[in-house]
T-cell receptor, first 115, second 112 residues
Framework: KAGVTQTPRYLIKTRGQQVTLSCSPISGHRSVSWYQQTPGQGLQFLFE???????NKGNFPGRFSGRQFSNSRSEMNVSTLELGDSALYLC??????????????FGQGTRLTVV | GQQLNQSPQSMFIQEGEDVSMNCTSSSIFNTWLWYKQDPGEGPVLLIALYKAGELTSNGRLTAQFGITRKDSFLNISASIPSDVGIYFC????????????FGSGTQLTVLP
């Protein structure tokens, strides 16, 4: 069974550009969550999607957005990139959303560097 | 929102030693998860706990769900060099749709 797949693995963008990251969850999983990881801030929750609906949202500016498709694949978009957006972006999939006892499995992440 | 305090922040141990790290929460959780992350990779799930008092092992790893439902610990016995990495706890509170909250991580270094 394939794990969580994130593409691309590495990305370099310049300030002001926008970027789209992709996440394919484990087959059968319907919940996808996104996290930003930086050395100083640890794992920061961005948002969670379940059945194409955003269920939870973290404390990030509106430049960060996401969506989920009917096949549960998810994309996140960051517009008007800033240097501080440089981070490892992680996607996690789980069977359901908001249910106790559901493990989250992570992809390898996309390393975004903004120059 | 809920707060998760993970300690220690970093540990330097000799190969063969046992290790213990823990997480405490400001609110009640109904799920505790422990992950390990290698540099440049995503976190890998080590152990999942669902019941207060539950003690679960995975090889040399043992984790427990505290009876107050506000804490959890992870023990690693007889550490080896490949145990090096960052260990994260994560918890999910009870109630309606809530996301996982992560601890800040414990950086483990195993010295030969």
């Amino acid at each position: 069974k394939a794990g969580v797949t994130q593409t691309p693995r590495y990305l370099i963008k310049t300030r002001g550009q926008q970027v789209t990251l992709s996440c394919s969850p484990i087959s059968g999983h319907r919940s996808v969550s996104w996290y930003q990881q930086t050395p100083g801030q640890g794992l920061q929750f961005l948002f969670e999607y379940f059945s194409e609906t955003q269920r939870n949202k973290g404390n990030f500016p509106g430049r960060f957005s996401g969506r989920q498709f009917s096949n549960s694949r998810s994309e996140m978009n960051v517009s008007t990139l800033e240097l501080g957006d440089s981070a490892l972006y992680l996607c996690a999939s789980s069977l359901t959303a908001g249910t106790g006892g559901t493990e989250a499995f992570f992809g390898q992440g996309t390393r975004l560097t903004v120059v | 929102g809920q707060q998760l305090n993970q300690s220690p922040q970093s540990m330097f141990i000799q190969e063969g030693e046992d290790v213990s790290m823990n997480c405490t929460s400001s609110s009640i959780f109904n799920t505790w998860l422990w992950y390990k992350q290698d540099p440049g990779e995503g976190p890998v799930l080590l152990i999942a706990l669902y019941k207060a008092g539950e003690l679960t092992s995975n090889g040399r790893l043992t984790a427990q769900f505290g009876i107050t439902r506000k804490d959890s610990f992870l023990n690693i016995s007889a550490s080896i060099p490949s145990d090096v990495g960052i260990y994260f706890c994560a918890g999910k509170p009870s109630g309606s749709a809530r996301q996982l909250t992560f601890g800040s991580g414990t950086q483990l270094t195993v010295l030969p």
